[in-house]
């Protein structure tokens, strides 16, 4: 079983809608999490890290349910730069490395 | 300094070459990874080292995949008799602890021929 699924998409939402991606992820000693956003043909780059209690930047919001095993992002007031793919990332406890997901893509039309 | 370096950008050889990728990461960083991306995939662990230390590889490591990270600074990424299968996009990472993520080079496109 993969360590992180998510929905591949595509999600193809007007510009100013709201959109959520979830992940879910299989391991329940899975400690960090985070968002990744990856630019087509370009290197993912941190988008946000996701705390317990959830957490906000801006137009986008994080949030962790540790008895679900799942995470979500929310991306409000999408603009046409939110076109990306978003991969979803975890720890696990005793591993050394990230576990990403396999992405879910965005496009936002005008 | 200007973050994660990779080199070259893009590498184009016929099946059957050994090529060499090479990875400048941030200097703070300690930890430094390797990991390949394929089309309409997330990417995926290859190996990790701690400074110098090649503490752990992946079962995607064959043993045609070599890394080296002489004096815990740069390192590279050999592949030895490239089969088509290898055309990836191969990225390194660098972090100072992994509860701050990974900030990734620009990656390496291979693509055998």
């Known amino acids: 079983r993969k360590e992180v699924e998510q929905d591949p998409g595509p999600f193809n939402v007007p510009e100013g809608a709201t959109v959520a991606f979830n992940c879910t992820y299989s391991n329940s000693a899975s400690q960090s999490f985070f968002w990744y956003r990856q630019d087509c043909r370009k290197e993912p780059k941190l988008l946000m890290s996701v705390y317990s209690s959830g957490n906000e930047d801006g137009r986008f919001t994080a949030q962790l349910n540790r008895a679900s095993q799942y995470i979500s992002l929310l991306i409000r007031d999408s603009k046409l730069s939110d076109s990306a793919t978003y991969l979803c990332v975890v720890t696990r406890r005793g591993a050394n490395n990230l576990f990403f997901g396999t992405g879910t893509r965005l496009t936002v039309i005008p | 300094d200007t973050g994660v370096s990779q080199d070259p950008r893009h590498k184009i050889t016929k099946r059957g070459q050994n090529v060499t990728f090479r990875c400048d990461p941030i200097s703070e960083h300690n930890r430094l990874y390797w990991y390949r991306q394929t089309l309409g995939q997330g990417p995926e662990f290859l190996t990790y080292?701690?400074?110098?230390?090649?503490?752990?590889k992946s079962r995607l490591l064959s043993d045609r995949f070599s890394a080296e990270r002489p004096k815990g600074s740069f390192s590279t990424l050999e592949i030895q008799r490239t089969e088509q299968g290898d055309s990836a996009m191969y990225l390194c990472a660098s972090s100072p602890g992994l509860i701050y993520g990974y900030t990734f080079g620009s990656g390496t496109r291979l693509t055998v021929v």
């Open positions: 080292f701690q400074n110098e230390a090649q503490l752990e």
